[in-house]
Structures are given as C-alpha cells and as structure tokens.
C-alpha cells in the first residue's frame, strides 16, 4: 500500500496518505449501530465511526466485522481492502472480551481457508455437509451430547420449525443467536465455529415450505449430489 501511496501521491498529499496507513488498525469489532451510510464498530471500550455505504447497506447490528480501518482526517475511518462480517450475532460474554479474542491478518486468512494457523499441524476439517435433513440432526445432536448441552438436542421436526421461523430474516443471523443462546456459554472460538458449522448444516438441508419444500443445498448445489 505504502509503494502505490508514493507513487500515486507527492507533496503534503502522499505524507498524509502515508500517516494514515500508519495508523491503520486491523480489528475484529462490533455492529453497535449503523445510521445513513456511517456504521459504529465497538471494540470494548473504543468506538470506530466507518464511513462506507456498503457496509451501512449490508451489515447486521449484533454481528462482529474483521477489517482494516484507515484512519481519514475528520474523526472517521473507512474500510481497507479485505473483510468479512461474520455469520452470527455477539453475546454480552464474548463482547465484553473482544480485545482478547483478536484475529491477527495471516490467521483470519488461513481460518478463512480452513487452513491451519501452524504448517505443520493437521488442516483444519471441512464444514460437515450432509444430504438429509436427520442426518444433520444427528450430527449436532452427538456434538451437543458430548458439549452436555441437552438444549440442543432437538428432533427433526423441532429443527425444521426453529429453521423455518427464520427463513425471512435473507442473513439468518437471528438464527444463529438463537442456537448460540440455546448452546449458553461458549468457551472459545473454535467452539462457536463448530457450532455455527453444524447449525449452518442443518438448515441448509431444512426443506423451506415457500420454495415447494426444497432445501438451500437442493437450490444451490456446491456439489455433486447422490
């Protein structure tokens, strides 16, 4: 970024551009509140004021985003190249505790890619993607029974309905809180990336009522199906 500042800029204009790439931060905060085109990112006990149309257009409040921030002269930042906003909403207990759980860039990358943060250790296991709705189910109910969660062990029948109240909300992150708060207490990320992996597998074999009871895997397949 640096080499395209100096060759793009010169004079007072490239010195600023090179101070606000200094003070770039790379921070998983967030969605506190979104008004007109700003969007509030909250990181405990800081607050980012981010300036982008697209963000205010797409993103959830209650959800967390992981971005580059630069810094611009007024008091506001913008998005840097490269983001995501991650599929569920924040507990007060994970909010509290977000300067502790940051991503650093190469490991949000490598987690992005299912990949290890460490080359010599196994990869990261694919997101289990099954071809029936009950054997979805049974999947998160044995992960459930072995986290002693018996809240989430839920029927066939209690799943589809739990999927099918959401099916209005296009970025079912309501789904996703109400299935972490179902789980209660989460003890690290990997623990939530498990959780939301499995429930993610679940609705997406959850026949959808309004779509003549096809699921989103039979709507938009990624795979050869059998």
């Not at 026949?207 to 397949?221: F, H, K, L, S, V």
């Amino acid at each position: 970024m640096e080499i395209a500042i100096r060759r793009l800029y010169d004079g007072s204009d490239q010195t600023e551009a090179l101070a606000a790439v200094a003070r770039t931060r790379f921070v998983m905060g967030l969605v506190r509140s979104i008004t007109g085109r700003n969007v509030y990112l909250q990181l405990e006990d800081e607050q980012f004021e981010v300036r982008n149309p697209a963000w205010a257009a797409n993103l959830v409040t209650g959800t967390a985003v992981s971005a580059y921030l630069v810094p611009v002269r007024h008091g506001y930042w913008i998005p840097g190249p490269g983001w995501v906003n991650l599929p569920f909403q924040l507990g007060p207990g994970i909010r509290s505790h977000l300067k502790s759980m940051q991503f650093d860039q190469i490991s949000l990358e490598r987690l992005l890619q299912s990949r290890s943060s460490d080359p010599d250790e196994p990869q990261r296991p694919p997101p289990p993607e099954d071809l029936t709705l009950g054997a979805a189910v049974d999947r998160i109910t044995a992960w459930a029974r072995e986290h002693n969660c018996p809240a989430l062990v839920l029927s066939n029948e209690a799943w589809s309905a739990l999927v099918c109240s959401h099916l209005e909300n296009a970025a079912a992150t309501d789904f996703y809180k109400e299935v972490l708060d179902l789980f209660g207490s989460l003890s690290s990320e990997d623990e939530a990336n498990e959780l939301v992996s499995l429930a993610s597998n679940v609705w997406n074999n959850t026949p959808q009522p309004d779509r003549g009871g096809r699921t989103a895997n039979e709507m938009a397949p990624l795979r050869p199906r059998q």
